[in-house]
T-cell receptor
Framework: GGIITQTPKFLIGQEGQKLTLKCQQNFNHDTMYWYRQDSGKGLRLIYYSITENDLQKGDLSEGYDASREKKSSFSLTVTSAQKNEMAVFLCASSMGLDTQYFGPGTRLLVL | QQKVQQSPESLSVPEGGMASLNCTSS?????YFWWYRQHSGEGPKALMSIFSDGDKKEGRFTAHLNKASLHVSLHIRDSQPSDSALYFC????????????FGSGTRLLVSP
């Protein structure tokens, strides 16, 4: 079996700061996703990538940038952190349209 | 309006009971559906996928899909306290780069 690693686990930032979250997978999956989850709520798609160097915007891409540096890694940047923002960012991967495998998440708090 | 709507928002069942969760899509292009489960502090984990009309059973879990009514359900028989979690329905058109839309979830509590 494979695993998805997200770093850092917790991220505390300041208002206006640029923050980067990283995701690595060893499933050898083609497709990777970034989702945002607000406290106990549903997942909203920020960006996804169907192959290395590909980027597709999700419904929540404004305020974020993403980068698929290589097949196994997918980074997400919060371009300007909003004061009092608190959310969990989840990374996932899949082989095409198959079942997605999720990482444990990065918990963001902006002071 | 959310494209994937789940009901109820929360559900409480006794241990050993049957839990029934519902999901309705407002987009007729959605052809592929999944159920995911998320325990507190963890990432979601897939329970099952269902792509064809009818029932699909995996252990204590049964999913039912009716594409004509855009409705998919999940039934958990002999519910266990460990089934207490947030359950998500997810759907995709299957084209255009594998975009998947998640519902807002149903919180299930199974009491001993």
């Amino acid at each position: 079996g494979g695993i998805i690693t997200q770093t850092p686990k917790f991220l505390i930032g300041q208002e206006g700061q640029k923050l980067t979250l990283k995701c690595q997978q060893n499933f050898n999956h083609d497709t990777m996703y970034w989702y945002r989850q607000d406290s106990g709520k549903g997942l909203r798609l920020i960006y996804y990538s169907i192959t290395e160097n590909d980027l597709q915007k999700g419904d929540l891409s404004e305020g974020y940038d993403a980068s698929r540096e290589k097949k196994s890694s997918f980074s997400l940047t919060v371009t300007s952190a909003q004061k009092n923002e608190m959310a969990v960012f989840l990374c996932a991967s899949s082989m095409g349209l198959d079942t997605q495998y999720f990482g444990p998440g990065t918990r963001l708090l902006v002071l | 309006q959310q494209k994937v709507q789940q009901s109820p928002e929360s559900l409480s069942v006794p241990e050993g009971g049957m839990a029934s969760l519902n999901c309705t899509s407002s987009d007729r292009n959605f052809q592929y559906f999944w159920w995911y489960r998320q325990h507190s502090g963890e990432g979601p984990k897939a329970l099952m996928s269902i792509f064809s009309d009818g029932d699909k059973k995996e252990g204590r879990f049964t999913a039912h899909l009716n594409k004509a009514s855009l409705h998919v359900s999940l039934h958990i028989r002999d519910s266990q306290p460990s089934d207490s979690a947030l359950y998500f329905c997810a759907a995709s058109e299957g084209t255009g780069g594998y975009k998947v839309v998640f519902g807002s979830g149903t919180r299930l509590l199974v009491s001993p």
